[in-house]
């Protein structure tokens, strides 16, 4: 069952790309029964203490950091302009509340601004599209003078969207922010602590939690390099599409298990490394949805591009609305993921691993 208070404090923590330090904190705290370290980057490496660096490597990967905002500016009025650190969709984010954080680490509440309908000129209420640099945050200052003296605010200071985590027990639905991806975080965490029952496992196992991916997978470069890997396990909040597209053809249904990932944008996965996958999920009945997705990326591309190649097996967790403020899941998809990622390392051996590594050619005749 997966542990709500360990995604609860992963999920509420603070961190944008490039400000993963209080992520990063939540994690050691967790985790100590694990190696635990930590780069210039803020990525963070967690090792099982009978490491022994002699068998191959199987590293498990998921992102630090959330969709964010920069202070870029301060306007006269004290209104704060903003940057996206990551992909937000414009029209989700007047009249939402946010959370500025400045260099004394106080946390100061902020709305992302809109006109109220008693302002809207007839003109202003049909369709418009909006630009970054018309909205900006409203911390209930006057000035630029008080932004900066009261609020201790200035340009450079990074700002999140303000949601605290619920837990439906009842009905195992999650509610909060961020969960692409700290619930990827949280679940290599449960994947680690769930192989910490063998004594024995057939490969090295290395959890490699990557800063600044939202910005465009900056952090992977880094861990894919440090970790060298001879597989790679990426976990990923997946935006989940059964409100979009009909039954059959929606392929991230939350409630529906795991999505494994046959492409995207980054990365076309390798066919022996997801039959495995496939295998697994059938004989010990993980609920598991293939995926073959028009857009997105995540670090497997990064990681696949390491070394002589890394076969990567890319694990999503259904996650409504990410990139924007309130998102949903199922408690039992992130069940299904850990399981799915314990079970396939548990399974590893020398033949399936060199079939995937060979891209098992003897099973393609010509
Ligand atoms: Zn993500």
Not at 125 to 131: M, Y
Not at 238 to 247: T, V
């Amino acid at each position: 069952m997966a542990d709500i208070q360990l995604i609860k404090e992963l999920t509420n923590a603070f961190g944008p790309s490039g400000f993963e330090e209080e992520v990063c904190r939540v994690i050691y705290r967790h985790t100590g029964e694990f190696q635990v370290s930590n780069d210039a980057m803020c990525n963070v490496y967690m090792k099982r203490n009978d490491f022994s660096g002699k068998k191959p490597v199987v590293m498990l990967d998921a992102h630090l950091d959330e969709c964010g905002f920069m202070v870029q500016s301060i306007r006269e009025n004290g209104l704060l302009n903003i940057l996206m650190l990551g992909g937000f969709h414009l029209t989700s984010l007047p009249a939402h509340s946010v959370i500025v954080r400045n260099r004394e680490g106080e946390k100061i509440k902020g709305i992302i601004t809109s006109k109220p309908v008693h302002f809207l000129k007839d003109s202003e209420r049909g369709n418009q599209s909006l630009d970054i640099e018309e909205l900006a945050v409203d911390v209930g200052a006057s000035s630029r003078q008080e932004v900066e003296e009261v609020y201790g605010i200035r340009p450079g200071d990074p700002v999140m969207p303000d949601v605290s985590f619920e837990y439906q027990e009842k009905r195992g639905i999650c509610f909060g922010k961020a969960f692409d991806n700290r619930i990827g975080c949280a679940c290599i965490i449960e994947t680690m602590r769930e192989l910490a029952k063998d004594a024995q496992l057939p490969v090295d196992v290395v959890g490699a939690f990557a800063a600044q991916e939202e910005v465009g997978t900056r952090g992977a470069a880094v861990t894919a390099q440090v970790v060298k890997p001879d597989l790679a396990i990426v976990f990923e909040g997946s935006p989940a599409d059964d409100f979009y597209y009909p039954a059959g053809l929606a392929q991230c249904a939350m409630g529906k298990g795991v999505q494994i990932r046959h492409m995207d944008k980054s990365y076309i996965s390798n066919p022996v490394f997801m039959e495995a996958a496939h295998k697994i999920g059938d004989s010990r009945g993980i609920p598991y949805q293939d995926a073959v997705r028009r857009g997105g990326s995540t670090n497997a591309g990064k990681i696949s591009l390491e070394g002589q190649a890394v076969p990567v097996l890319v694990l999503g967790i259904p996650s409504r609305y990410v990139h924007s403020h309130y998102n949903f899941c199922a408690a039992a998809d992130v069940d299904a993921a850990v399981k799915m990622a314990a079970e396939v390392i548990r399974g590893m051996n020398q033949e399936t691993m060199d079939r995937i590594l060979r891209r098992d050619l003897a099973a393609v005749q010509p």
